[in-house]
């Protein structure tokens, strides 16, 4: 499966993105999907994640309350909807996908555990 995210962008603390994966090659209800990060000279970070129903979703503390991962598995799509941005949320964003099934416990937290990735996009939040 090919993914590709979008909707990155620069805006201002407190303001909301909305961020896209869409996926090709094979149908995106086969996969368990997540968002990571990586923000300058830091390591890539989970963010969120959703199981191939969209009956689990995971996401990581720090933007819990805020960040709501989300797909739509006949459009081969995965959103990522982040409200009340902060500076800490700069970073570059990956979604990618994992064969269903092959996810549980700490493994949905664990990069290693995607096999395949999308090219990335740019979020950026000032201050």
């Known amino acids: 499966v090919q993914l590709q995210a979008s909707g990155g962008g620069l805006v201002q603390a407190g303001a909301s993105l909305g961020l896209s994966c869409a996926a090709s090659?094979?149908?995106?209800?086969?996969?368990?999907m997540s968002w990571f990060r990586q923000a300058p000279g830091k390591e890539r970070e989970f963010v969120a994640a959703?199981?191939?129903?969209?009956?689990?979703?995971y996401d990581t503390d720090s933007v819990k309350g805020r960040f709501t991962i989300s797909r739509d598995n006949a459009k081969n799509t995965l959103d990522l909807q982040m409200n009340n941005l902060k500076p800490e949320d700069t970073a570059v964003y990956y979604c990618?996908?994992?064969?269903?099934?092959?996810?549980?416990?700490?493994?949905?937290?664990?990069?290693?555990?995607?096999?395949?990735w999308g090219q990335g996009t740019q979020v950026t939040v000032s201050s």
């Open positions: 990618a996908a994992a064969v269903r099934g092959s996810l549980s416990g700490s493994r949905w937290f664990s990069e290693s555990a995607y096999r395949y």
């Open positions: 090659g094979r149908t995106v209800s086969n996969y368990a």
């Open positions: 959703i199981s191939w129903s969209g009956g689990s979703t």
